[in-house]
């Protein structure tokens, strides 16, 4: 697996430099090296201690790597204040809206990863699934994320920041309704369908549209560094929403159903903390044209 995604990486870079277009950038701009491997090793840090306590047991090494990450980003702080292009300009963080939308961003997609994680478990735990039929039972969220992702793009300009509440209380209300099924009654996959559909829906209507609206007042020169900021923080917060998730389906006494509910319960107090966040944010998305 290791050699076939080198091969895949490889043959990736070399098809973008055959096709995509080129750029000749602004020469004035530079890179801050010492900030890009400090953030670099703090990621690493960061997701190897995530990612192996949730998959190993919280022993000395992931905490220590974890340790490692929180240090190493602190550093990155301060390299930010006095670099002389920061990777993440200073007057983004003393902008309501965009910080607002990096805690949001975080603790949704962190709910969002421990869900469907729950859910996949659950389908093959709880109801001894194979792979196969686990994967045909999470398609109603692929297809519920499709269909509500093109109507968000064209309610996204009216609507703004009340279409991302909409979709976290689409959300919410597909997770407690798996909670009240698995724990209420004995749930087949067909019983959990709706459900689960229901959430492809609050996702599909959040995706797009919460890194749009927390785009929503910053400025040209701003872009570059918010968009990485924000790809950057999705990126840990589905590590950590695997490993909360994990610890607690697999810590909890009473079989699978019940770390289900207690899982599922996890992530519906994310959510809901996410909606309390949702007035904080810019009122609309960034203009098409920025």
């Not at 098809?15 to 701009?29: H, I, K, N, Q």
């Not at 949704?108 to 996949?120: D, E, I, Q």
């Not at 909360?244 to 770390?259: C, D, Q, R």
Request: hydrophobic share 50%; net charge positive; with cysteine.
């Amino acid at each position: 697996m290791f050699l076939i995604n080198i091969a895949l990486g490889g043959l990736t870079i070399a098809l973008a430099a055959r096709l995509l277009p080129r750029d000749a950038g602004d020469r004035t701009v530079t890179v801050d090296v010492p900030g890009s491997g400090l953030l670099a090793a703090t990621m690493f840090g960061l997701l190897h201690g995530l990612i192996d306590g949730s998959g190993h047991g919280w022993t000395p090494v992931p905490i220590l790597s974890l340790t490692a990450g929180t240090l190493l980003f602190a550093l990155f702080c301060l390299r930010q204040r006095s670099a002389a292009g920061p990777l993440i300009e200073p007057s983004l963080l003393k902008n309501r809206g965009f910080t607002s939308g990096l805690i949001l961003g975080l603790v949704f997609n962190a709910a969002v990863a421990g869900l469907l994680l729950v859910l996949s478990l659950f389908l093959q735990d709880g109801l001894h699934r194979t792979p196969t039929q686990t994967s045909l039972g999470l398609a109603p969220v692929a297809a519920g994320i499709i269909l509500a992702s093109i109507a968000a793009h064209r309610l996204m300009a009216r609507l703004g920041r009340t279409l991302i509440l909409i979709g976290l209380l689409l959300t919410l209300t597909g997770t407690l309704s798996l909670l009240v099924l698995v724990h209420a009654t004995s749930p087949t996959a067909w019983t959990l369908l709706a459900p689960v559909f229901v959430i492809g829906l609050g996702l599909g209507s959040c995706f797009g549209t919460l890194y749009e609206v927390t785009l929503g007042d910053i400025g040209p020169k701003e872009s570059g560094s918010a968009s990485g900021a924000l790809s950057a923080v999705a990126q840990l917060a589905n590590s950590i929403g695997a490993a909360a998730i994990t610890t607690v389906y697999f810590h909890t006494a009473g079989g699978p159903a019940s770390a289900a509910v207690h899982s599922l319960a996890t992530v519906a107090v994310g959510t809901l903390a996410c909606c309390a966040l949702v007035r904080l944010l810019p009122r609309r998305a960034r203009p098409r044209h920025h």
